[in-house]
């Protein structure tokens, strides 16, 4: 069993950053990879970033390419999503996610666990 808490979300104007953190609990941490998502009243889950349980590879979703990083500390079980030069249209509750299997990263059908989610708001 994995629990994931996320936070750092906020309201912060267009051109603005933020930095989502998504603190794990449970075993074997290390060994997941991980996403972070958003989704917005009735919208789809969208892949936004993922990482690989090193943090050798990550992927992200054309809109946020360039403007978002995403990292991992592995030893405080932490995963960070940077997101710089906001725009209003990533106004969205952002989930962080883990998956076990060696899938596809980009789909969020294949993440087991999920946080509780944080709103990330941008005002133009």
């Known amino acids: 069993q994995v629990q994931l808490v996320e936070s750092g979300g906020g309201l912060v104007q267009a051109g603005g950053s933020l930095r989502l953190s998504c603190a794990a609990s449970g075993r074997s941490f290390s060994s997941y990879a991980m996403g972070w998502f958003r989704q917005g009243p009735g919208k789809e889950r969208e892949f936004v970033a993922a990482?690989?349980?090193?943090?050798?590879?990550?992927y992200y979703a054309d809109s946020v390419k360039g403007r978002f990083t995403i990292s991992r500390d592995n030893a405080k079980n932490t995963v960070y999503l940077q997101m710089n030069s906001l725009k209003p249209e990533d106004t969205d509750v952002y989930y962080c996610a883990t998956k076990l299997r060696s899938d596809s990263m980009r789909s969020s059908f294949n993440y087991d666990y999920w946080g509780q989610g944080t709103q990330v708001t941008v005002s133009s």
């Open positions: 990482i690989t349980w090193s943090g050798g590879s990550t």
